[in-house]
């Protein structure tokens, strides 16, 4: 399947074009192939946390919703999400030996590093966790790696770092594989391409009319050279 666009786009820093647009990625989920690791610590936790063991069908469905509607679902409260996330990242630490990356990553971000294309990390994960999964799968193309705020205040966090950076908002464009992560890019100002592979399912993303939409890696390499400047 040919990659989803909206419209022709065009890069620029001030009078000077730029030939690509920085790419600025996800982790969990687009870079890294965590989503059943994420449900496997999930379960790991529940006892602890009080709530119940999600089981499989029960994930699938959640890959359907937002996330605060899979939270309703999964009935878990609201007040119990910060002391989960900080339990889940402490918890990732001791798996991350067994993450792999997600099937012709590696392979497209050597492209992208062949052809000069920058590229960046924004991530809820901990830098830890992110630089030893790097090096441990030789991957260290990043220009930078960034942490976020929360997992749902992204928008505040993309601005931030578009402004740390010295970014122009039309020379950005987030890369990502959840609904959040594209309200995340439109109330930022940048556009966004999703990604099939991660938590949110195809429909779900279309749904919301990312400016593109993949099913393959390379398809990434393929939107970033049809935007190259002479």
Not at 27 to 38: C, E, P, Q, R, V
Not at 122 to 134: A, G, I, K
Not at 175 to 184: F, K, L, N, S
Request: aromatic letters at 8%.
């Amino acid at each position: 399947m040919p990659y989803q666009q909206k419209s022709g786009l065009c890069f620029c820093l001030g009078a000077e074009k730029l030939k690509y647009p920085l790419l600025l990625f996800d982790f969990d989920g687009t870079i890294a192939d965590s989503i059943h690791l994420g449900m496997r610590i999930a379960n790991n936790l529940a006892p602890g946390l009080g709530i119940e063991p999600i089981t499989a069908a029960q994930f699938a469905q959640a890959r359907t919703m937002s996330i605060p509607k899979a939270l309703k679902m999964l009935k878990v409260p609201f007040y119990k999400v910060p002391k989960a996330i900080t339990l889940a990242l402490s918890e990732y630490r001791h798996l991350i030996h067994e993450l792999e990356p997600v099937p012709q990553i590696p392979e497209m971000l050597q492209e992208l590093s062949l052809i000069q294309c920058p590229t960046a990390l924004l991530t809820s994960n901990t830098q830890e966790n992110v630089r030893h999964f790097l090096a441990q799968h030789n991957l260290n193309y990043f220009t930078w790696i960034e942490g976020t705020s929360g997992i749902l205040k992204k928008h505040s966090s993309i601005r931030k770092q578009i402004k740390k950076h010295s970014l122009k908002k039309e020379d950005v464009i987030y890369v990502g594989d959840e609904v959040r992560d594209i309200v995340a890019a439109r109330k930022s100002g940048i556009r966004i391409i999703s990604v099939s592979w991660g938590f949110h399912t195809t429909d779900l993303l279309s749904s919301e009319d990312p400016d593109y939409l993949v099913e393959r890696p390379e398809q990434i390499v393929q939107i970033v050279k049809s935007l190259a400047e002479p």
